[in-house]
């Protein structure tokens, strides 16, 4: 049974730049929550998707948008990257309605 | 919004002993759930323990326990004959049921002494 995944590993960009973060849930899962990271802190929340629409929003600007496929998988996109964005982007998967979430390896972002 | 506070930045505890780490949060919901999360340097949170508001019995899970105290909203995880391998960052985390979100800590990092 695949649990959740995450691509890439690792990311270096440049400010100014756009990032896109992958997740695939895990296999019967189909609710993904994004999480934001940064150094010696813990996750905060970005948003949730379900049924290919954004169910709840953190408290994070509108350079953060996301996307759901139809197979559950989810995108992240950061656009006009910030050094502040440096961070472990963790992607979480979930059943609706099931409130304990299953998270994957997460994404080193590195803006320079 | 809801608020978890780990008042515990590290913490230590010798081979096969038993360590607890502290956790209480802020809410005026009724219905949540409280979870315990392991982070090892390999970055992976990992689920250790859940805990449903409702529920008075504190949950177990092999060596990990909870004490949940509704009314002080106090939620505190004992590891019992701790192992090298418990070593990690541990996370207490809330979930609400309204707003379909998590709410961290900031951690605990355990260190495991053999």
């Known amino acids: 049974d695949a649990g959740v995944t995450q691509s890439p590993t690792h990311l270096i960009k440049t400010r100014g730049q756009q990032v896109t973060l992958r997740c695939s849930p895990k296999s019967g899962h189909d609710t993904v929550s994004w999480y934001q990271q940064a150094l010696g802190q813990g996750p905060q929340f970005i948003f949730q998707y379900y049924e290919e629409e954004e169910r709840q929003r953190g408290n994070f600007p509108d350079r953060f948008s996301g996307h759901q496929f139809p197979n559950y998988s989810s995108e992240l996109n950061v656009n006009a990257l910030l050094l502040g964005d440096s961070a472990l982007y963790l992607c979480?998967?979930?059943?609706?309605?099931?409130?304990?979430?299953?998270f994957g390896p997460g994404t080193r972002l590195l803006v320079l | 919004a809801q608020t978890v506070t780990q008042s515990q930045p590290e913490m230590s505890v010798q081979e096969a002993e038993t360590v607890t780490l502290s956790c209480t949060y802020d809410t005026s919901e009724s219905d949540y759930y409280l979870f315990w999360y392991k982070q090892p340097p390999s970055r992976q949170m990992i689920l250790v323990i859940r805990q449903e508001a409702y529920k008075q019995q504190n949950a177990t899970e092999n060596r990990f326990s909870v004490n949940f105290q509704k009314a002080a909203k106090s939620f505190s995880l004992k590891i019992s004959d701790s192992q090298l391998g418990d070593a990690a960052m541990y996370f207490c985390?809330?979930?609400?049921?309204?707003?379909?979100?998590?709410?961290f800590g900031t951690g605990t990092s355990l260190t495991v002494i053999p």
């Open positions: 979480a998967s979930s059943l609706a309605g099931w409130p304990t979430q299953y």
């Open positions: 985390a809330y979930y609400s049921n309204t707003g379909n979100q998590f709410y």
